[in-house]
C-alpha cells in the first residue's frame, strides 16, 4: 500500500510491534488484554465499496480494475478530472467515444465538490505527461462507469487550502473546512498520537482506561463551572472543570494508574490557546513522588511524539517557579531564545507606552555603545562604579539594549517577561527568526508556591494549582505560621512558552485537607465533605497531572488556534456558529426546571435576544 508521504508518516508509528504485557492483573483478565504483538498498515478500503482510496494508486497498479470515491476537485476542458479523498488526489480522463455518452455526461455535469464513484482501469499516462508533483502523477483511471452519488451546490469557499477565508465562515460550514488538507492532517495526527499515548500507558505501563462522571457537583475554588438546571428545584449539577476529584477517589478505590481523555469544561470564554470545552489526557497514580510522574509524561511524549518530527529528548531541564519569574518573568518560559539584540530608538517608544498602559509602570532602556558606556536617561541615577556590577549581573555584550523597571518583584518581573515576548514579536517581523518553528523546547516548572494572593482581595489566599495539592515536605511547618511562603508539590510542564500540562502530589491526610481548605482557604468544607471522608479510610500517598492535549497538539501540528486541532469547535465567543449553539428555549420547556429568564432591561441587550 502506498501512503501520501505525511500519511505513512502518521501511521508509521502502527507498524511498529509493541512490547506483550508481562504483568498479569488478574488471572483470566490479563490473557484477554494482551494485544497482538503484529501490527500491520491499516487497510483503509475494508468493508466499502471502493477497491483502493484516490491517492494511493502508482505504476505497481497498472493495469488493475478499481473503483474509487471521490469528491471533484478540478476538471480541464472536459477531458480530465482530478478525484480527491483523504488519501490524495488521481487524475481521471473522461471518455470521448459516443458510447460512453451517459458515463461522460456524469463526469462533465457533476459541480465540483460533488461526490462520485468510478469504476475504470488503472493505466500508465502517456510519455511526458506524468506529473512529477503527484504522488499519483504517473498514472490515470481509464473509466468505464461512473455514477453520481450526491451533487454539491454552490459552495460558500473553495475547499482549497490556499483559499483565504475567515474563521467564521469556517466554523459556520465547518463539515466543507474539514475536507482541507490541513484540518484531515490535524485530526488523523491527533488521533494518532492519542493511539500511541492509550498504547504506552495501558498496554506498556498498566494503566486503566477509566470515564468518570460529566454531571457532577460543584468544585470550590478554580475556574468557572457550567451549570445544568436539574428537576428539583433549585438543584444544579456543573459540569466538571476536570476529573480531579474523581480520579483521588479512583485511588482510594485501589485503581491506582488511572488515565482517561477527559472531557473537561471552564466557563471562561474563548482565547487562542481556550475553549468552554477541552480535552486533557488526565493521569494519576498511587505510591508516586514527583520524579515518577515526570518521567512518565517524558517517556509518554516520546514514544507518542510523531515520526516526521525530530525525536524528543528526555528528561526535560527544570526550572524552579522563582527562576522562571526572576530571569524570564513569567512561570511558562519560551526557552527557545534568549533574545537581547536588534532593538531600534523608535521601539523604545512603543515599549515604553506598552508598558504604561497594560502595567502603569515605568520603563527605563539602556543603549551600551560599543565601548559599553551607558547612554540612557538613569545613567544620572545609577553610581558609576555600579554600572560594571550591572553589565555583568546582565551578561551584556556591545551595543546590547538594557530595559530596566523598578517595582514590586512580581508585577515588575512580569512586565520584562511580556516585554520579552513583544520584543521577540517586533523582532520577527524584521525577519530575525528567534522562535524555530520547529524547535519543541520542553520545561518543567517547579517548586510553585502553594497559595497567591487572591485577586479580588489580595489579603485572603487562594491555591496557585488547586486545594487537593500537597504542601512541600520541607515547608509544612510554614503551614502553621506564614502560610504564603510555602512551596508545593505542584510541577506545570511548558512547551515553547505555553503550559501543556500541569499536576501536583496530592494531600491524602483528611485532617491536613480539612485545615487547608477551612482554615487557611476559607472554604465551605461541605461541598468536599465526600473526599474528607474518603482520605480518612486508607486513601494511599498519589499524584497526577493533565496534559492539555488540544494545546499540544497545536504545537506540534503549528496551528495558529486550538480551535485547527478540535473537529467542532466553538467561536471565540464561545458560539457553535454552525449550529447556532447556545441557543434560546421556550418558556414552557424551562418549566419542569423552575427556571425562569429574566430578560436585561437594557435596550440594546434587549435586542440582541
Ligand atoms: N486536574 C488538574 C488540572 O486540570 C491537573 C492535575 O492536578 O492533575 O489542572
Redesign the pocket.
Known amino acids: 500500500m502506498y501512503l501520501p508521504s505525511w500519511l505513512s508518516q502518521l501511521y508509521r508509528g502502527l507498524s511498529r510491534p509493541i512490547r506483550r504485557t508481562t504483568q498479569p492483573i488478574w488471572g483470566s483478565l490479563s490473557r484477554s488484554l494482551v494485544l497482538s504483538s503484529q501490527r500491520r498498515n491499516p487497510e483503509f478500503s475494508s468493508f466499502v465499496v471502493r477497491t483502493n482510496t484516490c491517492g494511493e494508486l502508482r505504476s505497481s497498479h497498472l493495469g488493475q480494475e478499481v473503483t474509487l470515491c471521490g469528491w471533484i476537485q478540478y476538471r480541464r476542458q472536459n477531458t480530465f478530472l482530478v478525484l480527491r479523498d483523504f488519501h490524495g488526489l488521481v487524475q481521471v480522463i473522461i471518455p470521448q467515444d459516443e458510447s460512453a455518452a451517459s458515463v461522460r455526461k456524469i463526469l462533465c455535469e457533476a459541480p465540483m465538490e460533488s461526490v462520485v464513484q468510478v469504476s475504470g482501469t488503472v493505466i500508465s499516462r502517456p510519455a511526458g505527461q506524468e506529473n512529477p508533483k503527484m504522488p499519483t502523477g504517473e498514472i490515470e483511471i481509464k473509466v468505464k462507469t461512473a455514477e453520481l452519488l450526491n451533487a454539491c451546490k454552490k459552495l460558500p469557499f473553495e475547499i482549497k487550502d490556499f483559499m483565504k477565508k475567515t474563521e467564521a465562515l469556517r466554523l459556520q460550514y465547518r463539515y466543507l473546512d474539514l475536507r482541507s488538507f490541513q484540518m484531515q492532517y490535524n485530526l488523523r495526527l491527533r488521533s494518532q498520537m492519542v493511539m500511541k499515548m492509550r498504547d504506552y500507558l495501558c498496554n506498556l505501563h498498566g494503566f486503566v482506561d477509566i470515564e468518570t462522571p460529566t454531571l457532577f457537583k460543584r468544585t470550590p475554588g478554580g475556574a468557572k463551572e457550567f451549570l445544568v438546571p436539574s428537576r428539583e428545584p433549585g438543584k444544579f449539577y456543573s459540569l466538571p ?2 476529573p ?1 476529584q474523581f480520579k483521588q477517589l479512583l485511588m482510594v478505590g485501589g485503581l491506582d494508574r488511572y488515565f482517561q481523555v477527559a472531557r ?1 469544561y471552564r466557563d471562561e470564554g474563548s482565547r487562542p490557546d481556550r475553549q468552554p470545552e477541552f480535552t ?1 489526557i488526565d493521569i494519576e497514580m498511587s505510591f508516586v513522588d514527583q520524579t515518577g510522574i515526570q518521567s512518565l509524561i517524558e517517556g509518554l511524549l516520546q514514544y507518542s511524539w510523531p515520526n516526521d518530527k525530530d525525536p524528543v529528548v528526555v528528561p526535560f531541564p527544570s526550572m524552579t517557579f522563582a527562576e522562571a519569574l526572576a530571569t524570564y518573568g513569567t512561570d511558562k518560559p519560551d526557552t527557545r531564545f534568549g533574545m537581547k539584540k536588534y532593538l531600534k530608538r523608535k521601539d523604545i517608544e512603543s515599549i515604553r507606552k506598552f508598558s504604561a498602559d497594560h502595567f502603569d509602570q515605568e520603563i527605563l532602556p539602556v543603549f551600551l555603545n560599543t565601548n559599553r558606556n551607558w547612554n540612557s536617561p538613569v545613567a544620572n541615577f545609577i553610581m558609576e562604579s555600579k554600572r560594571p556590577e550591572l553589565i555583568r549581573l546582565m551578561e551584556t555584550q556591545e551595543e546590547d539594549v538594557v530595559l530596566l523597571t523598578a517595582g514590586e518583584h512580581n508585577k515588575a518581573c512580569s512586565l520584562l517577561g511580556k516585554l520579552r515576548l513583544e520584543c521577540a514579536d517586533l523582532l520577527e517581523t524584521r525577519g530575525v527568526v528567534l522562535r524555530d518553528p520547529t524547535l519543541f523546547s520542553f520545561l518543567w516548572v517547579v517548586d510553585f508556591p502553594l497559595f497567591l494572593p487572591k485577586e479580588e482581595n489580595p489579603r485572603e489566599l487562594e491555591s496557585a ?2 486545594p487537593f495539592t500537597a504542601p512541600h515536605p520541607s515547608d509544612i511547618h510554614l503551614l502553621y505560621t506564614e502560610p504564603k511562603k510555602v512551596r508545593s508539590q505542584h510541577y506545570d510542564l511548558v512547551l515553547n512558552g505555553n503550559e501543556i500540562g ?3 502530589i496530592r494531600i491524602h491526610n483528611a485532617e491536613l485537607q480539612r485545615y487547608i481548605l477551612a482554615t487557611l482557604l476559607k472554604e465551605d468544607v461541605k461541598l468536599l465533605s465526600h473526599i474528607l471522608q474518603a482520605l480518612d479510610y486508607g486513601a494511599p500517598p498519589h499524584g ?3 496534559l492539555g492535549l488540544d494545546r499540544l497538539i497545536c504545537l506540534v501540528t503549528g496551528s495558529p488556534s486550538i480551535r485547527d486541532v478540535i473537529a467542532f469547535p466553538k467561536s471565540f465567543r464561545g458560539h457553535d456558529l454552525m449550529s447556532n449553539t447556545p441557543d434560546s428555549i421556550p418558556p414552557e420547556e424551562l418549566k419542569p426546571y423552575h427556571i425562569q429568564v429574566s430578560w436585561p432591561t437594557d435596550s440594546k441587550a434587549a435586542k440582541a435576544h
Do not use: E
Open positions: 472543570q476536570s480531579q473537561c486533557q494549582h488547586h500541569g499536576g501536583s497526577g497531572i493533565a
